[in-house]
């Protein structure tokens, strides 16, 4: 399986929370950006050409920063050389992220004639005093007036972003937010707790004292609370921290817990092609430069080992809901996983932090929430 990311790094402004790569909007820098994009495509597509990489790619997934702010003439000019470049499957997943304050109706109109067929909205709350707090640029209305025209456009496989714990927040107000998004029956929520990155605005203000954290059990309470609530509600949940209708569940995020390669491209895009994975440079204008000179915009290029791909795949594995399974370590590493971990897996089932079958692991519900934890112990 091949899946394809690429980054789209402008925003209106940046979020308080937000660590990602991220550049206030420059009209001409985003022409750019877009050319180098384009430029960017075609040295990968020689790469598939000539190297032994899965020719098809099942996933395409549009990520930021904000994709949403592009025109539509800009959207379908990505589109068109995504297409020109790469050999798509038939039923690919096509998902593009966006957000509220930024989208329209004539860009959801032109997304789905460019073949987009899930769309991510960032929410994160449904109190507008909250969204303001966090930096976000549009209210409440506005997120259920782009959902309602997203319908009405045609999609019906739509995720809403939401957060907890986030500064101030109590279990009530994450109780509507929850309700509310439930009562407009969107295909799958994203609900994730808020970590603090330093070099965020909010990391700043909790330094600073404006703020204080919650503390660990109400945060728990509120992740055992989205899961009990969202499952009575249809949701399943099959990732730590995704829950979704069946059958709709994110291909292009299983491909990435699931360690298949995908190709990154865009300032600060990540991939993973053979047996390395890399990073882009993050900086707009030396990813201009390198790709002026045709080179790939590559900061960092890491070979993995052997040991390494073992511990991806259990990191990566036990973060959805089926865990993982022996015998897939013993077709893809020539490993008895129960022989080589059997130490850690002890343990933790009498930390009763996983449970074991007669084909493999997964985290118990105890396990998931100090599931970093859990991770740890493989990797020592």
């Not at 605005?201 to 330094?207: N, R």
């Not at 969202?230 to 099959?238: D, H, R």
């Not at 995020?253 to 390669?261: A, G, S």
Request: charged share 30%; hydrophobic share 30%; with cysteine.
């Amino acid at each position: 399986m091949l899946g394809l990311y690429i980054h789209i790094p402008f925003c209106v402004s940046k979020c308080n929370y937000c660590d990602f790569n991220s550049y206030k909007l420059d009209v001409n820098l985003k022409k750019r950006y877009i050319d180098d994009l384009k430029k960017e495509m075609e040295l990968y597509k020689k790469d598939i050409e000539k190297e032994n990489y899965e020719k098809e790619i099942c996933s395409i997934f549009l990520g930021g920063g904000t994709p949403s702010i592009l025109t539509s003439n800009e959207i379908e000019e990505i589109f068109n050389n995504i297409y020109k470049n790469f050999n798509i499957k038939d039923n690919a997943e096509v998902t593009m992220e966006c957000n509220p304050g930024t989208l329209t109706r004539e860009k959801l109109e032109t997304m789905k004639k460019c073949g987009v067929n899930r769309l991510s909205i960032g929410l994160q709350a449904v109190q507008n005093n909250k969204l303001k707090e966090i930096g976000r640029i549009h209210t409440y209305e506005e997120f259920e007036k782009n959902y309602k025209e997203a319908l009405d456009v045609g999609f019906d496989n739509i995720n809403v972003d939401l957060m907890y714990a986030l500064p101030n927040h109590n279990i009530d107000e994450w109780k509507e937010s929850l309700e509310k998004i439930i009562s407009l029956n969107p295909s799958h929520i994203s609900a994730y707790s808020l970590i603090l990155e330093e070099g965020t605005k909010l990391y700043d203000m909790y330094e600073d004292n404006e703020f204080e954290l919650i503390d660990e059990d109400t945060d728990i309470n509120m992740y055992n609370h989205t899961i009990n609530y969202l499952k009575q509600n249809g949701y399943n949940q099959y990732e730590i921290s995704n829950y979704s209708k069946p059958g709709f569940e994110c291909k292009h995020n299983i491909l990435y817990w699931k360690c298949y390669h995908y190709i990154g491209l865009g300032a600060g895009a990540s991939g993973y092609l053979g047996n390395s994975r890399y990073n882009n440079v993050e900086n707009l204008d030396e990813y201009h430069n390198m790709i002026e000179k045709n080179e790939k915009p590559i900061s960092n290029l890491e070979n993995l080992s052997i040991e390494d791909k073992i511990q991806e795949k259990i990191f990566m594995g036990l973060r959805m809901n089926e865990g993982i399974y022996f015998e897939d370590f013993k077709k893809e590493f020539n490993i008895e996983f129960k022989n080589k971990y059997n130490k850690q897996i002890e343990d933790l089932k009498n930390k009763d932090l996983i449970k074991e079958s007669k084909v493999g692991i997964k985290l118990t519900q105890k396990g998931r929430e100090i599931s970093n934890s859990v991770f740890v112990e493989f990797i020592n």
